[in-house]
């Protein structure tokens, strides 16, 4: 049986009959026992139903009209011919599939440190720590997120979680920062500074009861603003960021200028100093990445040497750790070579910090010495 639809008021209908008693004269209306309606069959084939309730003509769907309605309202995946029951018992399995899947792996962000000095703040923490990342910040409050424990008593007890931003952060600051001292010169309550990756012991939570899962759910978008503006902040920070620097074609990218590394004061007292600062540099730089060479400029009285590394990451990353820092109770200075420099060294044939010139003098150099043996009579073999 073909199903009605409501027309449009006056659509096509101005000169239907609209009064029952006006039925029987109307040559197109007719009564159909079968479905106790009137019907009504214009000249252009087209059938409509009489409403009682709407009182008004409404137009019949044919079957072709009802197949195309049903397709418009047909929902992908979803077979309208199959029992209800059935449907419900597919989505039941693949809500249990779904939670057989083994779960993503979470991604660690934290440090944890020992042995920090008891007077220090979470400012100072932060500073110290945010040389190797982008700390990340609570939801609501915007403050960095870093937990200081506290003793029975309520005082700061030395230990301290640290939460960065990016992962990369992590073996890093364990890298640069574990066994060392927080402060210059000065030892933790247990010694030396230890930094070591975290355990996710931080990130488990407890079963979240009823009345806080609305809560949980209005968190979700809160997390996501604070994550756009984190990733904001990234795309300044990154400037300094050892990630985010990108190979060019200039020479001096690769090599760090190191101030206050010794004193004059120090080599004069003992010559055979000079080799062991240069194998610590070469030590602590290698860190960060290869090191092609490391050179110090004895006749400078600001203690300088240079590091060439063998990629522009980490010689950024030189940067970024040593300059500031404070060593032997001196403040580094560190920053990429222009090629402009001229520092003063014991041979000023080799004070030039590119490696190729200098191996290439050394060979004129040769080359001129064995001339002169030539030419000169009195210097021939007899």
């Not at 159909?32 to 409404?58: F, M, P």
């Amino acid at each position: 049986m073909a199903e009605s639809r409501e027309s449009p008021a006056g659509a096509g209908q101005t000169d239907f009959p609209t009064e029952p008693s006006s039925f029987a004269e109307d040559e197109r209306i007719s009564w159909s026992k079968l479905d106790s309606k009137y019907v009504l069959e214009t000249e252009q084939g087209g059938e409509y139903e009489w409403d009682d309730a709407l009182r008004r003509w409404v137009a019949v769907l044919d079957q072709a009209d009802l197949e195309q309605q049903q397709q418009i309202y047909k929902v992908e995946g979803v077979d309208d011919n199959e029992d209800i029951a059935q449907q419900k018992k597919k989505r039941k399995k693949k809500a249990e599939d779904s939670e057989q899947q083994p779960k993503k792996q979470r991604v660690n962000t934290a440090v944890y440190a020992t042995s920090i000095p008891l007077d220090a703040d979470e400012d100072e923490v932060k500073q110290v720590f945010s040389r190797c990342g982008m700390i990340a910040e609570e939801i609501d409050s915007g403050r960095p997120r870093i937990k200081m424990y506290e003793d029975n008593q309520g005082q700061f007890k030395g230990d301290a979680l640290v939460v960065y931003f990016r992962p990369e952060s992590v073996p890093l600051a364990v890298q640069m920062l574990d066994d060392s001292d927080f402060r210059p010169g000065e030892r933790g309550p247990d010694g030396r500074m230890r930094v070591q990756v975290a355990d996710y012991s931080y990130k488990k939570q407890t079963d979240v009861p009823e009345e806080k899962k609305k809560s949980n759910n209005r968190d979700k978008q809160k997390i996501i603003k604070k994550t756009q503006k984190m990733n904001y902040k990234l795309a300044d920070w990154d400037d300094d960021d050892p990630q985010a620097v990108t190979d060019t074609s200039s020479r001096w990218d690769k090599v760090v200028i190191l101030k206050h590394m010794f004193t004059l004061q120090e080599l004069e007292e003992d010559a055979a100093v000079m080799l062991e600062i240069k194998e610590d540099i070469r030590e602590e730089c290698e860190k960060l990445g290869p090191v092609t060479n490391v050179q110090l400029f004895d006749k400078e009285d600001k203690g300088v040497a240079s590091v060439r590394f063998q990629n522009a990451t980490a010689a950024e990353a030189c940067v970024r750790l040593m300059n500031g820092r404070w060593f032997d109770e001196r403040q580094l200075e560190a920053f990429i070579a222009t090629g402009k420099e001229k520092f003063k060294r014991s041979n000023p044939k080799q004070a030039d910090l590119n490696d190729d010139e200098q191996e290439e003098g050394r060979l004129d150099e040769f080359g001129a010495w064995l001339e002169g043996e030539k030419n000169d009579p009195s210097k021939a073999d007899t």
